[in-house]
């Protein structure tokens, strides 16, 4: 479980509003190993699902990268032409975008979508051995294989979320990003989806990079966890020690103004103040959590806080000594 | 925002684009035209007749020429424009008036009212409207421009009803509005308070169209003859250089029906960018930033 | 602010066996099943479900947003529903509501300081302009939108979810509610805020001795936002399945649906890798045929035969009432897994 699967350097994204620019991807860098759950935590705001777009390049296509490299196994996926990219895409890397239930063709059964996406990259495949698969991938989701002959509108949003899930993880990728996959559903089905990933993970080792908001959801779910705060990385750790033992004020304010079952009201504090503006010329200058930062220091406001290593923990603070 | 705020946003808009920008200019040109030709050119002064001139080409004396009679095309152009602005805005304000109580009145109430009022507006949505007009001036002879002003209103009023209803009633089903009942307000003053003004840069925008609409339909009455408003009209020039002067089949003559045709076509264009460029920069800036 | 004027134990709203049903052409939906309620001042009511569960439904018809289809809904004895219009808002007014997204329910082309000052100059006639503008301050500073003077002219696209929320949670209280009914305040507000908001919900009840209908589908939240003589109705499909004192089925839920929630409710303490939390989840989204019996049986972990022939009944445990069969010896039970 050691190697970098995925390495994001020093990536930097804007996307382009009526405003300006918006710098949603400031200077990240992130090592993502094999066979993990990765969990990246941002609020509205943060440019979290930028990340994701400017990897993958779906979605609008309104975002410029301006430097870094993500290398997938040595290939730097921000220099292949977009046929090269789609083709991983289908192949070896797998991306469950935001609210991907409304993209199922309401005019085509399951297994329709199962053959289009099988057969557009795993040509050599014949019918029965697609729907095979398709059952295989349907039971690992929990989901019954006669859901095969219904259309989208026949399954609730649950079902459809699972049915998106189980068409990607059928062209057997070994990494999967998933950005906010459930955040559209009842609480219940939410979790169960997300315990389900595990599962997969646990049982296959597929490596999974899972980008929300919700923190809850990824307790007792992720191995590590990355704080993404006003386009930048500040916190990565295993998601028990970041939670016991918060190192970056951000953090610690965060895991502070969660309402868990096991705290006691006086216990849970909101973080003051707002998010940053990620516009370009207005973000905070130094560490851009230093406004609403309860320890800043002179240094803060004027030097951006580098990226230090302590054991296997990372965070960006000019509290830390590398 | 507020109003400086707004209008520094406006010209920074218009910076970015160069059609916006040449629209814009065009819509101000238009309308400086209409409303201080009259004043800086005396038509019994720089409209001569002048039969040693007919079908000169453009100097400085006469920036477009002169037409088949030796007047000087630029400054009829100009001086055209007043009537042009003029039957423009009257029309577009009667139809917006109907279209605006119409739309208001349909989208929130509801009901049965709606029912009947859209149908109504259906019924001179699927009349074709200049057809409509022709016929309804040749009933009455060539008529003064108050009525077929009136007449060309009234077919142009039912689309924008239509789409302002659909804006009040999608408004209507925000939370705020019930919030708003919830807490005391009444219906009416939600309306006027509330909703109108959510909808106003969509009125506007509208009338900016409908604007645009009714020269094409002024103009090409005049064109037909049936309206004898002034002979600067640009429609009524039209129709002189091509049923009287012939200027179409005299190559010299091409500054005559030239003329008032670039500036029909400019002053339309230039409505319709201006419209688009409000659209995209003033409406969106209503809707929600997250 | 003056305080609410109902005494303790004085009920401000019943509801009583209030159902309500859609009628589409094709078929009828129950939205709410016949359920009863009490309102009383200085008193948080927990309503606990996912979407579909007829909670909203249920804070609609206290709110007097939706008309029951059967039952009846008292404000003080009366009746608003066969009242005269002109009552009919008189009472509405007493009874405000919160919307789950508060940007929706902000007018977009309003600065903070139009949308207050309009219903305050509607509530307290005759002040001068530099009045309403204090009240508008202290408003807002009760709602922790600060600094207040730099707010006034701003648009609510200026401000955050969490801002937005607490806006129109002070918004709703100029007319002195006895009754606030917030549907799913906090789902759409960022993490980091959403205790802010719950902590002014809590103000309004203990200070201005409101009673306040709280909606959610975050349990943990009922924990935080009650007292221990708060009430919880936990809700699915359009009943109430367990209801009672908020700590005590918080501490020890007997209906199944109620265990599996609050075992899957956020805990720090949860480990890394937790087998058990996953087995609980992977259990729920198995289904089976819906028949005519308890609507939970298709999903719950301790459903037998009858489950799923014959609608459970309410069984009373002490001040405890749950919808099931089996409640008696579910009592103290764990959701089973393996």
Known sequence: MSEPILLIENLTADYLVREGLIRAVDNVSLEVRQGELLGIIGESGSGKTTLLQAITRVGPLNFIVRSGRVLYRNVDLLKLPDVELRRLLGTRIGFVFQAAQNSLNPFYRVRDHFYETLSSHYPDLDKVEMENRAIQYLELMHLNPNVLNLYPHQLSGGMKQRVVIALVLSTQPELVLLDEPVSALDLITQRSIVANLKEINTKYGTTMVYVTHDVESLIGLAHRIAIYYGGKIVEVG????????PLHPYTKALIDSLITTDKSSEEVKSIPGNPPSLLVGHKPQGCVFHPRCPYVKDICKRVEPPMLKLGDRHVACHLYKG | MSRFEGTKYFFKGLARSWTSSFAFIGVVLFVAAGLLGQFLIDPLRDIKVDSTK???????????????????????VILGSRD??????VTASIAISIGAVIGLLAGYAGGYIDGVLMTLTDIILLTPSF?????????????DPVTVTATASLTMWPGFARGLRARIIQVKGEAFVEALWGLGFSRLRILFREVLPLVAPYIAIEYIRLFRGAIFVVVGISFLGLMPWSPYNWGTMLNVAYFQARSLFIPSGFWHWFSPLAAIIMTEWSFTQFARYLEETWIPRLKAYE | MSHATSTRDEVIESLNEVSVVFKTRRRSVEALGKTSLELRPRQIINIVGESGSGKTTLGRVVALLQKPTSGKVLYKGVDPWMEPPKRFMEIKKKIQYVYQDPYAALNPVKTVYETLASVVKMYEK??????????????????????????LNK??????????????????????????VADEPISMVDVSMKASILNLLRSLRSQMGMNILYITHELSSVKYISDPQDKLLVMYKGHVVEEGL?????????????????????????RGDDEKLRKILLLSTRSRIQGKGCVFADRCPFAIEKCFTEPPPIVQINHRRVLCHRASELVGEDVPVG
Do not use: W
């Not at chain 2, 079908?55 to 009829?76: A, N, V, W, Y």
């Not at chain 3, 908020?246 to 609050?262: C, F, M, N, R």
């Open chain 1, 238 to 245: 295993s998601i028990e020690q970041v939670l016991k033992d």
């Open chain 2, 54 to 76: 007919i079908f000169s080409p453009p100097s400085l004396e006469h920036l477009l020429g002169t037409d088949h009679m030796g007047r000087d095309i630029f400054k009829q």
């Open chain 2, 84 to 89: 042009v602005l003029f039957s423009g805005l």
């Open chain 2, 131 to 143: 057809p409509l007009i022709l016929i309804l001036t040749s009933i009455f002879g060539k008529l």
């Open chain 3, 126 to 151: 005759g002040l001068s302009r530099n009045q309403v503008k204090e009240r508008v301050i202290e408003l807002l500073e009760l709602a922790n939108i600060t600094p207040p003077e730099y707010f």
């Open chain 3, 155 to 180: 648009y609510p696209h200026h401000l955050s979810g969490g801002m937005r929320q607490r806006l129109c949670i002070v918004r709703a209280i100029i007319p002195n509610p006895e009754v606030l």
């Open chain 3, 246 to 270: 908020a700590s005590e089925i918080l501490a020890k839920p007997i209906h199944p649906y109620s265990k599996i929630l609050l075992s899957i409710a956020p805990s720090l303490s949860r």
